[in-house]
């Protein structure tokens, strides 16, 4: 009777490392795949379905004519009110703009625009009091967790006194993140 008990012991014992082994890791439907690197880059033919979803506008970056770094907003830790946030969708983009009004309350407003991904290009039609005026951005990088855009063309003097950017600006990135 000792010998059986020993024996089922044995068994029982084999069964229960027998079904620790590796091959549980494996999928049915094909090898499983490491996990994707967060930072890892987008191929361009991903482009619309990866930005689908909410982005924070963390940063604005200010270029000059040999695009170079002349200054760099960081929205992160100099809003008050919240970062501004892309709402990208299927078809449409809205962006909320975070502030404070005349009474230093935070409040927002939102612009609905239509979008179009193509390559390496964001276009949107930005929608204004009677029309749509086109906007668009190269893709200068596109990951899990970023995408840094560049406006298309460059800013004149002029441009840069009335929006009130560093001297010297000729190129903005805008830096979105999730």
């Not at 002349?70 to 946030?85: E, H, P, Q």
């Not at 004149?156 to 999730?178: H, K, M, R, S, W």
């Amino acid at each position: 009777m000792k010998k059986l008990n020993v024996l089922m012991l044995i068994t029982l014992f084999g069964l229960t490392i027998g079904s620790c082994s590796s091959d549980d890791s494996t999928n049915i439907d094909g090898p499983t795949t490491d996990p994707v690197n967060p930072t890892e880059q987008i191929a361009e033919e991903k482009y619309k379905e990866a930005a689908i979803g909410v982005w924070n506008w963390t940063k604005q970056v200010y270029l000059d004519k040999d695009e170079k770094v002349i200054k760099t907003d960081d929205f992160a830790s100099t809003t008050a009110c919240g970062l501004d946030t892309w709402n990208i969708e299927e078809e449409y983009l809205q962006i909320k703009f975070n502030y404070k009004n005349e009474y230093g309350e935070c409040d927002a407003n939102t612009v609905k625009a239509k979008y179009n991904i193509d390559a390496k290009n964001f276009f949107m039609l930005w929608p204004t009091e009677d029309t749509f005026v086109p906007r668009g951005y190269f893709i200068q990088s596109f990951t899990n967790k970023s995408i840094t855009l560049r406006e298309h063309g460059a800013y004149t003097a002029e441009d840069v006194e009335y929006f009130n950017y560093p001297e010297g600006t000729v190129y903005v990135e805008l830096i979105l993140e999730q």
